[in-house]
């Protein structure tokens, strides 16, 4: 079982910058691989950011390419988003996740395991 927390939201002018962090219970952080996604009002969840377990691979929405960096500290059992140039079509709740299984698609909010409670972002124009 992981307990995941997240913080670091909160409200940003357009163009600036937050870093989320999201804290996990459990001594097999490590092992698991960790995603960020994001929920608008009215609009389905949808992904935002993967890291695999040791920090090696990273993916990313086409959306967030180059403004979103994912990283994770396993000695701290701590997975990170930094977030710049911040728009208003960023505002949100964050939710962080963490898969177990090794195969199957990073993309989709199925195949991961443990969520977070979600984090408010607003982004101001």
Do not use: H
């Not at 001594?27 to 608008?40: I, L, N, P, V």
């Not at 390419?65 to 396993?74: A, H, L, P, Q, V």
């Not at 949100?92 to 177990?100: G, I, S």
């Not at 299984?101 to 124009?125: E, I, M, P």
Request: aromatic fraction near 16%; charged fraction near 15%.
């Amino acid at each position: 079982q992981v307990q995941l927390v997240e913080s670091g939201g909160g409200l940003v002018q357009a163009g600036g910058s937050l870093r989320l962090s999201c804290a996990a219970s459990g001594r097999t952080f490590s092992s698991y691989a960790m995603g960020w996604f994001r929920q608008a009002p009215g609009k389905d969840r949808e992904f935002v950011a993967f890291i695999s377990w040791s920090g090696g691979r990273t993916f990313y929405a086409d959306s967030v390419k180059g403004r979103f960096t994912i990283s994770r500290d396993n000695a701290k059992n701590t997975v990170y988003l930094q977030m710049n140039s911040l728009q208003p079509e960023d505002t949100a709740v964050y939710y962080c996740a963490a898969r177990t299984r090794a195969v199957g698609s990073y993309y989709y909010t199925s195949q991961y395991d443990y969520w977070g409670q979600g984090t408010q972002v607003t982004v101001s124009s």
